[in-house]
């Protein structure tokens, strides 16, 4: 589901002595099917244009279009709207109040749908989703690690099938294995769930793994948008205007300032060694010739 913001502002206590303008002439298409990365600076926008597409403030100026949905018009379909989209706030888990998975990812359905009787089927199969099998069901949501916690909480918002998901720091706070598996969940909700996926972050080398664009805003402005490896192409940009940039771009562009050598695209750290050693075998076969 496509997100388009057409010249959005917003202010904070709008027309007040005290307005504080939080976004500034956003012209930006998120389009379906994506990952979709949002960074900057602390203050820069993030969480605000999070709260317009999730339609809990409106734009004091411009419009916002979610896919058939238009947020500025007086007779838009909220709880409609509610299924379509699907937040997952920082921490969603410190929200969890029941005493089992099945009743805490069950709990929006029951509530929207008090009349479907497939609700433990539904629950199974975005279980599934997140890569958690049935025997979770029975399990208390406390009992959990860290990384099931966070993949139970988005299995709680995928229940109601949105087309599009928003999440906010979604990696916060999970160990590097639990990381590393909810980044294979987030691509595979992409490719074989056709979800667009929105994600706000400060952890850009986890975003540069799985993400395909960016928007880097800095005090309620974009900065640069677009596919990842534009974005990233310019990294005094970004530490210009305070972005965080991803490890492996900064070593990249270190070796190839230094060296001259384009390494090309790597993922991540591994992919950089992996790289490195292989162009230093090209190299001594070059110098034994
Ligand atoms: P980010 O999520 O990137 O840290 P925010 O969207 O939270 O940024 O904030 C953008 C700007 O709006 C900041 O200057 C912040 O101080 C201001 N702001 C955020 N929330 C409020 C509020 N409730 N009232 C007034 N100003 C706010
Ligand atoms: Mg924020």
Redesign the pocket.
């Known amino acids: 589901m496509e997100v388009i913001f057409k010249d959005v502002s917003f202010s904070?206590?709008y027309k007040m002595e005290n307005e504080?303008v939080?976004l500034k002439n956003i012209n930006l298409c998120f389009e379906s099917n994506l990952i979709h990365g949002i960074i900057?600076p602390?203050?820069?926008?993030?969480?605000?244009?999070l709260e317009l597409m999730n339609g809990i403030s409106l734009p004091t100026k411009g419009e916002i279009i979610i896919g058939k949905y238009n947020l500025n018009k007086k007779n838009f379909n909220f709880n409609k709207f509610r299924y379509d989209v699907g937040l997952v706030y920082q921490f969603p888990e410190k929200q969890f109040f029941c005493n089992t998975v099945g009743e805490e990812v069950a709990f929006a359905e029951k509530i929207f749908s008090p009349k479907n009787k497939n609700i433990k089927s539904k629950v199974i199969k975005v279980l599934k989703m997140v890569g958690l099998d049935e025997s979770y069901i029975s399990r208390s949501p406390f009992s959990l690690n860290g990384g099931e916690k966070r993949r139970v909480a988005i299995a709680s918002v995928l229940i109601s099938n949105p087309k599009l998901l928003i999440m906010d720091e979604p990696t916060i706070g999970l160990d590097n294995n639990s990381k590393k598996r909810l980044m294979r969940m987030l691509k595979k909700l992409k490719t074989m769930y056709s979800k667009t996926i929105i994600i706000v972050t400060h952890d850009v080398d986890m975003l540069y793994e799985i993400v395909d664009n960016v928007v880097v805003?800095n005090k309620?402005e974009v900065v640069v948008e677009g596919n990842k490896l534009n974005v990233f192409a310019n990294v005094e940009l970004l530490e210009k205007n305070k972005a965080p940039v991803p490890n492996v771009v900064k070593v990249e562009k270190m070796i190839y300032d230094k060296t001259g050598i384009d390494l090309g695209y790597l993922p991540d750290m591994n992919s950089l060694v992996r790289a490195i050693k292989e162009t230093k075998e090209e190299l001594e076969v070059v110098s034994y010739e």
């Open positions: 904070y206590n504080k939080a900057g602390i203050g820069s926008g993030k969480s605000t244009m805003l309620g």
